[in-house]
């Protein structure tokens, strides 16, 4: 069988948009890598939104440090936030049901596929923004000084994180009080 110049033209039209194809998700994938190692930690994103605001409060001399609201993993927040509704008293997360939730966050990794659906699952369970950070330090101390933030950070993807972490915690309030 002969091939005719527009058979040639044909196949040389098919390799090229099959390697233009495959060049993009090349550049794609490697896009989306990039972005992943980037920013997606407490630091960075306590560097983007700053160290809260100092506000006077009213008939009193003192004055009270903001807590950083969109940081609900780093184990300071809850200090910040008692210092902040003083004297009032939080409705925080017990030691027990903390370190339950970080066994099961701890054990939703898995060696060939993993749990998200306990990841989503536990962050259900939580009251508020206090509430992370509680999970996070029960975490932290049960797991050899191990970052919650990190271990999920390890096995979800970013889009992961958003549907499964990021959904329910932007939905909680910043704290409960008594």
Do not use: C
């Not at 950083?68 to 780093?74: E, G, K, L, V, Y």
């Amino acid at each position: 069988m002969e091939m005719t110049n527009t058979t040639w033209w044909m196949i040389g039209g098919g390799t090229v948009v099959v390697l233009g194809f495959g060049g993009y998700l090349i550049y794609r994938s490697k896009k989306n890598s990039k972005n992943n190692s980037l920013g997606y930690s407490v630091q960075s994103t306590q560097a983007n939104i700053g160290s809260g605001v100092q506000v006077n409060t009213s008939g009193t001399a003192s004055v009270k440090k903001e807590p950083n609201w969109n940081a609900p993993f780093d184990m300071n927040y809850l200090e910040d936030v008692k210092k902040w509704v003083s004297p009032k008293k939080l409705l925080i997360l017990g030691d027990s049901k903390a370190s339950k939730l970080a066994k099961t966050l701890k054990n939703a990794k898995g060696t060939f596929n993993d749990d998200e659906y306990a990841v989503r699952d536990t962050f259900k369970k939580l009251r508020s923004k206090t509430d992370v950070a509680s999970l996070s330090k029960a975490y932290y101390n049960n797991h050899n000084n191990k970052d919650l933030w990190q271990h999920l950070n390890s096995f979800l993807s970013h889009s992961e994180m958003k549907l499964y972490v990021w959904k329910y915690i932007n939905r909680l309030p910043n704290y409960k009080t008594l």
